[in-house]
């Protein structure tokens, strides 16, 4: 009966929600007045700790061991450099999406080309496809939690969308972000702290899932699943190739709305420090799932079964609470984004002559449309790891085409689309290669095993080179862009790197604030494993990371502004 009420509760006051609508167009889209950091900081922290980050901590945790955790949090390096680097050319970028960055920094032809092309392969396939990673962990748990069937919390799924239609408005959800932000915390950490107690203490559960599972590492062994060769492949080459370092996509579009470069950093920064924290609690969680589930192999399953099974009335509607925050929040602001590309990069809306109320009912049709799009792709799915990896994999060798388009005049329209087009391309006949052909699979097979590493990682190296090879190539045979346009390029945004040829003076030095960039998105990830000297190791080590981590971010901080 708790849980009925604490439910209803809730879902009284996400009905009420749904009954605003934005009055304006640009406000679908975007933010008249400047957003505060903090707006900013929650917002993102919200989005990218969603429903799919615990679950794919559990899963990561439970097939490979915590090494495996590396391959997620080696993602926030890119919050280093958005914090010091990118956010500012958004800032100053003046445009209304990320999308078109392209026509800003590209000319001719091939950007019209460039801008179509990302807005639909992104807006249409790419987020869908991350929402649908969501939408799989989303109905996974409320499966387990409310013993329908997976296909029929998929349905249910779908009026969830459907019914949040109203609210995927940029304008209303960045500040709703703020207390979803808050309360999902809140929630996380009372669930938590209750699981920890129930295992006895920090101690007691980590002397207890190293007798269940062997000792708990975070640097890998030769002798693990995850090896040092795949870590060293992880350290060295999938952090930059397949993870969008420049903040393009949903940071973007709240950098966009921000004017203060101290406030830049700081919301930056924030969502670094506040994912640190969140991240603590939910490995507790996942802890939680090992100890309460040892004999399980799929750490989704045994996640959603933590959270319907060992809970007791309240913390379970809590929990239920909380994973719907999670999911709606991050899935409203994809679709918003997609939605974006749709109406105003693919459609023009924009300019378009049309009333402002009839922008706005078409722009809730687009969400509509992507909505029902987004479960289609998920009953394909059946596992978030799964999507995960995908994705990993069709963005290797993309990543730098992101970054040297804002460093380097040499990088055209041309250097993008072939990078973005042969890392699908190539992605897929890899695939169809190592499933199909026995002698191209036993190659690569042999190939992870001389030198000791997943197949997994040998794709991302295999796939990196090629999709490098071929932008680069693209590159060199095809000519610059205007230099009148990179004139105007560089004046409005201010880029560091190599301009020399196009300013006909130096440019802003690109490797001292390079160094900062990624000595603060290190820091930030050193801040992710304050967790496991507290229960698997010596607990004072935690503190002493904890401190040198804050420390070392108050000095770049400082140092910057």
């Known amino acids: 009966m708790t ?11 996400w009905f009420l929600s749904l009954f605003r609508r934005e009055q304006s167009f640009k406000n679908m889209f975007g933010s008249l007045a400047p957003l505060p950091w903090w707006v900013t900081g929650f917002s993102l922290t919200v989005i990218a700790v969603n ?8 899963g990561l945790a439970f097939s490979g061991g915590f090494q495996e955790l590396w391959w997620v949090f080696i993602g926030n390096i890119g919050i280093g450099f958005t914090a010091f680097i990118f ?11 990320d999308n078109q960055i392209v ?17 639909g392969y992104v807006g249409v396939l790419v987020f869908p496809l991350l929402c649908a990673q969501m939408t799989v962990a989303f109905a996974g748990f409320l499966s387990a939690f409310s013993g329908l069937s997976y296909s029929f919390s998929l349905l249910i799924t779908i009026a969830i969308l459907l019914l949040n239609v109203t609210r995927t408005t940029f304008n209303t959800k960045v500040r709703m972000d703020v207390f979803m932000g808050l309360l999902f915390t809140a929630i996380i950490l009372i669930i938590s702290l209750w699981l920890l107690i129930s295992a006895g203490g920090p101690h007691q559960l980590g002397s207890a899932i190293t007798e269940r599972t062997g000792p708990v590492r975070i640097l890998p062994d030769s002798g693990g699943i995850f090896s040092r060769a795949d870590f060293l492949v992880l350290i060295l080459v999938a952090w930059w190739s397949s993870y969008l370092m420049d903040g393009a996509g949903l940071q973007a579009q709240r950098f966009i709305h921000m004017n203060s470069r101290r406030d830049l950093i700081k919301g930056a ?22 100890y309460f589930y040892p004999e399980m192999i799929n750490g989704e399953q045994a996640l959603f079964r933590l959270f319907a099974e060992e809970l007791p009335p309240g913390l379970r509607a809590l929990s239920l609470i909380a994973i719907g925050i999670a999911y709606l929040t991050t899935v409203e602001a994809f679709i918003n984004l997609s939605s974006s590309y749709i109406m105003i990069d693919l459609l023009d809306y ?3 002559s049309f009333t402002d109320s009839k922008k706005r009912w078409h722009t809730y049709i687009s969400i509509v449309l992507i909505s029902l799009f987004i479960v289609c792709i998920a009953f394909f799915f059946e596992s978030v790891e799964q999507i995960f990896r995908f994705i990993l994999v069709i963005t290797a060798g993309v990543g730098p085409v992101f970054l040297l ?16 087009l042969s890392s699908l391309i190539y992605a897929v006949l890899y695939e169809f290669a190592y499933e199909e052909w026995t002698a191209f699979r036993d190659m690569m097979d042999t190939a992870a095993f001389s030198l000791g590493m997943q197949p997994f990682s040998i794709k991302v190296l295999v796939l990196t080179a090629i999709v490098m090879a071929t932008w680069l190539s693209v590159t060199f045979l095809t000519s610059p862009d205007d230099t009148s346009h990179l004139k105007a390029f560089y004046k409005r945004v201010r880029p560091h790197g190599w301009w020399k040829p196009v300013t006909g003076q130096s440019s802003r030095p690109l ?3 390079l160094a900062t960039a990624i000595l603060a998105g290190f820091t930030l990830l050193s801040m992710h494993f304050i967790f496991f000297p507290l229960f698997f190791g010596v607990a004072w080590h935690s503190l002493v990371l904890l401190v040198v981590a804050g420390g070392m971010l108050w000095i770049l901080v400082k140092r910057a502004l």
């Open 3 to 13: 849980d009925i009420f604490i439910v209803a509760a809730f879902l009284l006051f």
């Open 51 to 58: 429903v799919t980050y615990a679950v794919l901590l559990a």
């Open 87 to 97: 956010s500012h050319y958004w800032a100053r970028s003046g445009v209304n999406t």
């Open 103 to 119: 026509k800003l920094r590209f000319s001719g032809r091939a950007s019209n080309i460039l801008q179509t092309f990302r807005a």
């Open 269 to 290: 920064l924030f969502q670094g420090i506040a994912m640190a924290v969140i991240t603590f609690f939910l490995l507790i969680i996942v802890s939680a799932a090992l």
């Open 350 to 352: 924009d300019r378009a």
């Open 405 to 420: 388009r804002w460093w380097w005049w040499r990088i055209n329209a041309w250097s993008q689309l072939s990078a973005m």
């Open 511 to 513: 490797l001292k604030t």
